[in-house]
Nanobody
């Protein structure tokens, strides 16, 4: 299970920090990431990070967003700075995990809404 926290309303130029905690029968987390979906648009990858710390970002957030993770806590964070109205969306956490049964699973958290006012 994934539980996401941290959405809200912020003015343009402001900052928010999203958190996502994975729980359950987890042997290891392979990758955790954040996706977002705004009305009328497809869900897109915002950023993800592997257990080894390799991160990638969609071009529109590079230099403004930072993804990090705490492997011991099965938690990933998305620090969002310089927010723009176009960042407004529902943000979803996703994790690729290896379960205690040694099978791979992809899990989604509930969305957390981010609204950036101009």
């Amino acid at each position: 299970q994934l539980q996401a926290y941290g959405g809200g309303l912020v003015q343009a130029g402001g900052s928010l920090r999203l958190s996502c905690v994975a729980s359950g029968s987890i042997l290891s987390i392979v990758v955790m990431g954040w996706y977002r979906q705004s009305p009328g648009k497809q869900r897109e990858l915002v950023a993800d990070i592997t257990s080894g710390g390799s991160a990638r970002y969609v071009a529109s957030v590079k230099g403004r967003f930072t993804i990090s993770s705490d492997n011991a806590k099965n938690t990933t964070y998305l620090e969002m700075n310089g927010l723009k109205p176009e960042d407004t969306a529902v943000y979803y956490c996703n994790a690729g995990v290896k379960g205690t049964d040694y099978r791979m699973y992809s899990s989604w958290g509930q969305g957390t809404e981010v609204t950036v006012s101009s």
